[in-house]
């Protein structure tokens, strides 16, 4: 059975930084995509980009470029979602998602992570 | 790369079809076969219901249906169940290896 099970919630202060993760089980981890989407409180889904955990190559949507670092452990079937520095705004919900290719569907979802940033 | 435009809301009674649009452009929905329909309950995570335009994932009954037409695509669910009241929102490939979702649609099972 594939399986996408994240991290828990966390409650951060603003300039801290910030590490989730998504652990795949029941597929070769290494031969789809992992996708991360936001979303914030009351509002629709956002792609914020994607990882090969086979090489790590990785595409981001540009408003998330620079913002967060996506990144991937493929011994342990892992992918991750980075802040260096989190800001109020960066309160949501963030999931992650599987997908074949970059064209394909997001097949199977995590649980998803609350993120609350708050001073 | 702006949202796909949904209707905030639609609303059926049971037995009933309805039609949810997701309008693009020639960029994205109208440009590749390549959207997708999410089912998303209160609390919960995503889940996939049409992809392809049309096609179906297995498991998900043949009364929620895809389509497209232009820069439109539509998902229409015939037979309205009382739970199939949730959030949907459409995604498509939008080129460059990038991908756009709409801003979703509050479904009203009255």
């Known amino acids: 059975e594939v399986q996408l099970v994240q991290s828990g919630a966390e409650v951060k202060k603003p300039g801290e930084s910030l590490k989730i993760s998504c652990m795949g089980s029941?597929?070769?981890?290494?031969?789809?995509?992992i996708a991360w989407v936001r979303q914030m409180p009351g509002k629709g889904l956002e792609w914020m980009g994607s990882i090969y955990p086979g090489d790590s190559e990785t595409k981001y949507n540009p408003p998330f470029q620079g913002q967060v670092t996506i990144s991937a452990d493929k011994s342990i079937g892992a992918a991750y979602l980075q802040w260096s520095s989190l800001k109020a705004s960066d309160t949501a919900m963030y999931y992650c998602?599987?997908?074949?290719?970059?064209?394909?569907?997001?097949?199977?979802w995590g649980q998803g992570t609350l993120v609350i940033v708050s001073s | 790369q702006s949202a796909l435009t949904q209707p905030r809301s639609v609303s059926g009674s049971p037995g009933q079809s309805v039609t949810i649009s997701c309008t693009g452009t020639s960029s994205d929905v109208g440009g590749y076969n390549y959207v997708s329909w999410y089912q998303q309950y209160p609390g919960k995570a995503p889940k996939l219901m049409i992809y392809?335009?049309?096609k179906w994932p297995s498991g998900v009954p043949d009364r929620f249906s895809g389509s497209k037409s232009g820069n439109t695509a539509s998902l229409t669910i015939s037979g309205l169940q009382a739970e199939d009241e949730a959030d949907y929102y459409c995604?498509?490939?939008?080129?460059?290896?990038?991908?756009?979702f709409g801003g979703g649609t509050k479904l009203i099972v009255l």
């Open positions: 392809d335009v049309s």
């Open positions: 995604c498509s490939y939008a080129g460059s290896y990038t991908v756009v």
């Open positions: 029941g597929y070769n981890f290494t031969r789809k995509w």
């Open positions: 998602a599987r997908l074949t290719t970059l064209t394909t569907p997001f097949d199977y």
